[in-house]
């Protein structure tokens, strides 16, 4: 099964900052990656899809990139309804597989 | 819009069955493939399994081979899941979800699974 790690855990960040969520690949999965928002209480929302492309509807300030087996989730300028808790999610080759998930609060 | 509305979780003891059902509205049902993914209480995301859109191939994690049947009833617009041999581990909530080839961009809102004695 392909693993995979995700970064940090949780995050405290302020108002207008830059946050970076960074998920590691256990192998090659191309861009196969997607990063998903979830709210209390609420279904997970799909934020990026294929590493870098902006799901319909997701603000312009959430961005993803790649490097080899290392993706990463930018929000650029930090805002109140971005609290929630992140993952990441393989979808090169079942099972597919969800990063364990990062928990960004405001500080 | 698409819509998908999860039904059929509940309270069920250890070794019992129980199905869930996912009405689909707003799309093609019969053009999409459509999963089921689960969350225990406090803990993380985990796929469970997937069906193609004309219900011919299906996907299943090691956990829940043997014990968990995912079914689609294209005339419907309706994904089940028959989970039989039910254990304290398979308690979640339980989100049905589809979208263009493995991305999950469309998600229910829930059923939550209890298995308990």
């Known amino acids: 099964d392909i693993q995979m790690t995700q970064s940090p855990a949780s995050l405290s960040a302020s108002l207008e900052e830059i946050v970076t969520i960074t998920c590691q690949a256990s192998?090659?999965?191309?861009?196969?990656l997607a990063w998903y928002q979830q709210k209390p209480g609420k279904s997970p929302q799909l934020l990026i899809y294929g590493a870098t492309s902006l799901a319909d509807g997701v603000p312009s300030r959430f961005s993803g990139s790649r490097s080899g087996t290392q993706y990463s989730l930018k929000i650029s300028r930090l805002q109140v309804e971005d609290i929630g808790i992140y993952y990441c999610?393989?979808?090169?080759?079942?099972?597919?597989?969800f990063g364990a998930g990062t928990k960004l609060e405001l500080k | 819009e698409v819509q998908l509305v999860e039904s059929g979780g509940g309270l069920v003891q250890p070794g019992r069955s129980l199905k869930l059902s996912c009405a689909a509205s707003?799309?093609?049902?019969?053009?999409?493939?459509m999963h089921w993914i689960r969350q225990a209480p406090t803990k993380g995301l985990e796929w469970v399994a997937s069906i193609s859109p004309s219900g011919g191939s299906t996907y299943y994690r090691d956990s829940v081979k043997g014990r968990f049947t995912i079914s689609r009833d294209n005339a419907k617009s309706t994904l089940y899941l028959q989970m039989d041999s039910l254990r304290s581990e398979d308690t979640a909530t339980y989100y049905c979800?589809?979208?263009?080839?493995?991305?999950?961009?469309?998600w229910g809102q829930g059923t939550l699974v209890t298995v308990s004695s």
């Open positions: 707003g799309f093609t049902f019969s053009n999409y493939g």
């Open positions: 192998q090659d999965i191309g861009n196969w």
């Open positions: 999610l393989q979808a090169y080759s079942a099972p597919y597989t």
């Open positions: 979800a589809t979208g263009v080839a493995h991305w999950f961009a469309y």
